[in-house]
């Protein structure tokens, strides 16, 4: 492939990155979110179960579940934004070296992103009434730059998140799930995976 043409073909991605994280696709994200969380809880599940009610909130209604949809990011990140700043930049460059940006790779700890999800989960509390809090299961989109794994151990004291009063919290991130903890009115699948960190398995065909 010339040149040109690779860097034509990364504006072209560029450029549907740009148009899918504006507000048009919100909807459609919060799906995606969802539908990953249940692959990698490993839950049986078809596209027409995962979907987005006319009322908001919750986002997003699944096998029972009610979510509300968050997405953490590195402080003062903002992704739509980091795709547009990405945009202009590649329009002015001639060699494909250029596409490259440095990948430093670094792991997280189940304990860090509890403290993350913890904070979020508190902030939202001056938004949210407490009786919405209790009929909604709270899903954090983990998205952390750089972030290759995860340490599983130790598994954090979730006693603070729960007093949050959300019906569930748990987080997604890569092919990783963790329901943080389920109250008794959670769906009977999401009270099962609370406690625990799951993986997707591949040869399910869960979708």
Known sequence: MEDDEFIKERIASLEESVEYFGDAYKAERERWVVQTFLENLN????????????????????????????????PGRKRHKEFKDELERVKDISDPQDLLTPFRPKD??????????????????????????????????????????????????VSDIRNCGWRSVSFVKGQIACCFYAGELAPEWLQQAAGSIRHKVWDLDNV
């Open 43 to 74: 839950i049986h599940h078809s596209e027409e179960d995962v979907t987005s009610p006319d009322q908001d909130p919750p986002d997003v209604v699944a096998l029972g579940g009610a979510f509300e949809v968050k997405e953490i990011l590195d």
């Open 108 to 157: 997280s700890s189940i304990t860090e992103i509890y403290q993350r999800c913890l904070e979020e989960a508190s902030k939202l509390n001056l938004k949210y009434a407490p009786k919405d809090r209790k009929s909604m299961d709270l899903l954090f989109y983990v998205n952390l730059k750089h972030i290759f794994g995860v340490k599983e151990e130790p598994y954090p004291d």
